[in-house]
């Protein structure tokens, strides 16, 4: 069965400093997604990607924030100054196309992100 | 009024018995909803799709109620490996189907 791919699975990094986080999504999917879930709190959702641009972003996608799809397969997160509260679970999610029933997204495994 | 809200449980429930959880959402022009189920430290994994018809996949059924605007998810003859957290996610007012989330119900299975 098709899945989404995260890596790397953990990073930790110092505050300041730049992280890319990457995501392999299902490969006939079309809109693609980064959430993430802070320990001990509820999934957030922070961007949406259709058709090579960000279609939706959450206040909490700010500029510290981007994506971006290098190539056909690859979805990447940048957080470009990490801070202590960036530290959390962030989970990549793909969909195929909309219509009740194939709206479902999947989801990646995610990767930890600690912030030190 | 939070957008999507769940009651975080714990519910403590013997192997075998029956529970139900509700899941409420303010926005009435919603119109996918879901229950996924997470396990600690790992991502969320599609449990169902919520239907205005409701639907029944094996001990589980979900139901959706527009008027009251809550969703609900029944477990039958729960196993202990249903032992997890449940999360209602319904989509928010983007054009892309973005999920907007509860904090989730943990369920505990005893034997």
Redesign the interface.
């Known amino acids: 069965e098709p899945e989404v791919t995260q890596t790397p699975s953990h990073q930790v990094t110092q505050m300041g400093q730049e992280v890319i986080l990457r995501c392999v999504p299902i490969s006939n999917h079309l ?1 693609f ?1 980064w ?1 993430r879930q802070i320990l001990g ?5 922070l961007v ?1 990607f ?1 058709n090579n641009e960000i ?2 972003k ?1 206040e909490i996608f700010d500029d510290q924030f981007s994506v971006e799809r290098p190539d056909g397969s690859n979805f990447t997160l940048k957080i470009r100054s990490t801070k202590l509260e960036d530290s959390a ?1 962030y ?1 990549c999610a793909s ?1 195929a196309l ?1 219509g ?1 029933s194939t ?8 990767t ?1 992100l600690t912030v030190l | 009024r939070k957008e999507v809200e769940q009651d975080p449980g714990p519910f403590n429930v013997p192997e075998g018995a029956t529970v139900a959880f509700n899941c409420t959402y303010s926005n009435s022009a919603s119109q ?1 909803f ?1 229950w996924y189920r997470q396990d600690c ?6 449990l169902m ?1 919520v ?1 205005s018809s409701g639907n029944e996949d094996g001990r589980f059924t979900a139901q959706l109620n527009r008027a009251s605007q809550y969703i609900s998810l029944l477990i039958r003859d729960s196993k202990l490996s249903d032992s997890a957290t449940y ?1 209602c ?1 319904v ?2 007012l ?11 119900t943990k369920l505990i299975i005893k034997p």
């Open positions: 809109y997604y959430y709190q509820k999934v957030e959702f949406s259709y279609s939706e959450s679970m989970f969909r909309a009740s709206d479902t997204q999947y989801f990646g495994p995610g930890r | 996918s879901f430290r790992k991502e969320p994994k599609l799709s239907y999360l996610a989509n928010g983007g054009s892309n189907y973005q999920l907007i989330w509860g904090a989730g």
